[in-house]
Every structure is written in C-alpha cells, then in structure tokens.
C-alpha cells in the first residue's frame, strides 16, 4: 500500500476523534443521569426521560 | 432553571406551537432516549463497515494510488464540517425567533463536535495533500473558507460561554452563527468562483458523480455512517445538557429553600 503512514495518521485521527466525543459524551449521560436520580424527588426508582418532567 | 411547555404562550403562532411541544425536557429526554440506539447502532455499523470496505476493498486511484483512500474520512467530515454548522445556525435562528428553549442548548452541543469534524476535515486534507501536491498547506479558497468555518465554530465555543449570564452568551452565539452562514456558499462554490488547486466537486445534486462506483459505496456508506454518529452524538450530548439544566434548577432550588 502506498502512502501508508498518511493513510494510518488520517484513520487513527478519524477514531480517535468519533470515539473520543462518543465515549465522552456516555460518560457525561451516565454522571448526569446518577445525580438527577440522587437529587431529584420526582425520579426515585425512575431512570430519566421514562416519567413526566416539566 | 427549566423551561416547560408550560410557558409557551397561549396565542402563540402555529409553528411556534409545534416547536414547543418538543420543549418538554421529559418528553424529550423520552424521545431521544428511544432514538439514540437507533442512530448509535447503524452509526457504527455504517463507519466500520465503510471505512473497511474504502480501506481494504475499493481499489486504489491509477494516479494517486492509495492515498486515495484518505477521501472516504476527509468527505464526510467536510459534509459534516458545513452540515453541522447550517445545523447549528438553524437552532441559532429557532433560539433567536422563537426562544425555544432546547435549541440553544443543541447549539451549544453542536459547536465542539462541528469544530472537531473541521479539524479533522483540515487534518485528512493536510494528509492527502502533502503527498498529493507536496505541501500541507496551500492558501487555497477552499482550505482558506474551511479555515474560516474552523474559526467560526471556535468564536461560537468561546463566545456562548463568556457571560456569566448564560443566555447573554447563547444570544450572542446564536448572532454569530447567523452572520457566519454567509461562509457556507462561500465553501460550496469557492471551487467554482476561484481558480483553486483543491478539485471540484465529486458528488453533486444534478450531475452523475466523478469517481468509480466502486469507490463511490464505501464513500456513501461513510457518509451515512458518520452523519448519523454526528447525529448519535449531538443527541447525547444534549440529553446530559437537558439534565444538568435540571440538576442546575433543583439545587438552585433546594439552596433557596434551605
């Protein structure tokens, strides 16, 4: 294959990148959603976007 | 502080109306909770697949032999690079109309994913061009516009968070992202108004595209794969924003209540 070393840079920075916001962003989900449910009356027992909220 | 459906006026018009029904954080944190695996799963599908299928499948160019496959990272992510900017003018522009109160919160989301896909767009084109035209950079008006649009995503990054007051800086974000649209005809058609070393278009609405149909797939399937993992992405990043806007409200709360 030619120009191997471009090629790998480009899709290690396309992985890096996408991955990086994905798990970024699960991650971000995941602590806002342990602390709705420890703070928020309304949500004991209830995992968020499944009961009313207003 | 949290916004509700609640607020929306009683003799709002029509389209207003139907914007605020998806208001209600609840409502939405429903939705995008049903839709999330259902752009995540095929995301990822899509990406892997396509970028295997351009990597080690689609045939390398007869001149510029397999750097060619650099195109099937650098097109989607210039597609996502202007896609995700008219995404973010467009809830810059229901924000400033009809103060939906989700859509200065996608704006915010969008912003750094739509700078990463133009630093990326810039980083693969750099890779393709310095063994392709022997240089990184060339100060051409293509690169030169999505250069621009780099420095807009970064401006509107910057500029939603400098007030202490968080909807100064969303109304200040949403101005700029307005007056910054004029740049995305500029980035379509600079290949055409400019005498640039950057090619023409490959794919356009009206004519057939200028590339090999076994090319062409594995670059369909990445586009497909990345915008729906932009898509994936944003939607995520806006439901932990719609919760830590509550989270901001209830302990706004319980601290005037104490």
Known sequence: MTHLPYIAAAYGLAVLVGAGFAVDAWLRVG??????????PRRHGARPGREHAG | MVCSVDSTPALAP???????????????????????????????????????????VAPPDYQQGDAVRIIYIHVPAAWLASGGYLALALCSA??????????????????????AFTALCLATGSLWGKPMWGAWWVWDARLTSVLVLFFLYLGHIALVRAFDDPTRGYRAGAILALVGVV??????????WWNTLHQPSTLTISGAPSMHVDMLWPLLVCIAGF???????????????VMERRIRGLLLAQAQAA
Request: glycine share 8%.
């Open chain 2, 94 to 115: 229901v924000a400033l109309v009809w103060r939906h109160p989700l859509a200065d919160l996608a704006a915010v989301e969008i912003g750094p994913v739509g700078a």
């Open chain 2, 183 to 192: 740049n995305l005809p500029v980035i379509k058609f600079s290949v055409d």
């Open chain 2, 14 to 56: 029509s389209p207003a109306r139907s914007l605020h029904r998806f208001a209600n954080p609840g409502r939405f944190l429903r939705i995008s909770g049903w839709l999330l695996p259902w752009l995540a799963i095929p995301a990822l599908v899509l990406t892997l697949g396509g970028l295997a299928w351009g990597l080690f």
């Open chain 2, 227 to 241: 915008s729906l993992g932009f898509a994936a992405i944003v939607t995520a990043r806006l439901r932990a924003a």
């Open chain 1, 31 to 40: 602590r806002a959603r342990r602390k709705l449910e420890a703070i928020d």
